[in-house]
Every structure is written in structure tokens, then in C-alpha cells.
């Protein structure tokens, strides 16, 4: 079993060939192609983590789809002063698919 630990969008990620994989926006439309830095790599018992090696290794992957998550509803109040404020927040989402690690 052959994965790799890929950072993507301030996260980290587990992904192996074949994952649809949902990660913060990046630039690029759909059907273009995007390449995700390793930070360790797993091919059967052998694991990869040192940085010079990790630099050989690219995962790429295909952009599917831009999307929107889900709305979150940030309220703030204050006790006895008339304070009160109500905002929303949908996270710009991207949906890619892992398709190879090398």
C-alpha cells in the first residue's frame, strides 16, 4: 500500500492513489492539474521523510470541482448593554482526486 502525508491548504492529508480529497481553494479550474508538497511517504515497510528524498517525490492530483462548505453562524452577545452581532461564513472549498505519487 503506497500513500503519502501531503500538506495542502494549512493541513495535512493522508492520500493515496485514487482519493477524492476536499481541500481549501486553490487556484486553477477544473480538469487542470495541481502538485502537493510530501511531507512523508509510506511504499509497503519502507518510509520516506527525509527532506532531500522528499524532494523527488511528486503527488499530483486533478482539480474536480470548486464548491462552498457548509454556513457557520458566528453570533457575539453582551449581557445588560444592547450589544449583539450576527455574521455567517462558508469556506471556499476545492474537490480534487489523487492521480499518481511518484
Known sequence: ???AIVRAGGRQEK???GDFVTLNRVTGGAGS???LPALLLVD???ITSA????A???VTAEILQDLRGPKIVIQKFKNKTGYKK???HRQELTKV???GIK
Do not use: E, H, N, P
Request: glycine share 8%; charged share 25%; no cysteine.
Open 1 to 3: 500500500m503506497v500513500y
Open 15 to 17: 492520500v493515496s492513489v
Open 33 to 35: 492539474t495541481i502538485q
Open 44 to 46: 509497503g515497510d519502507k
Open 51 to 54: 527532506a532531500a528524498d522528499l
Open 56 to 58: 523527488k517525490v511528486t
Open 86 to 88: 450576527r455574521q455567517g
Open 97 to 99: 482526486k489523487i492521480t
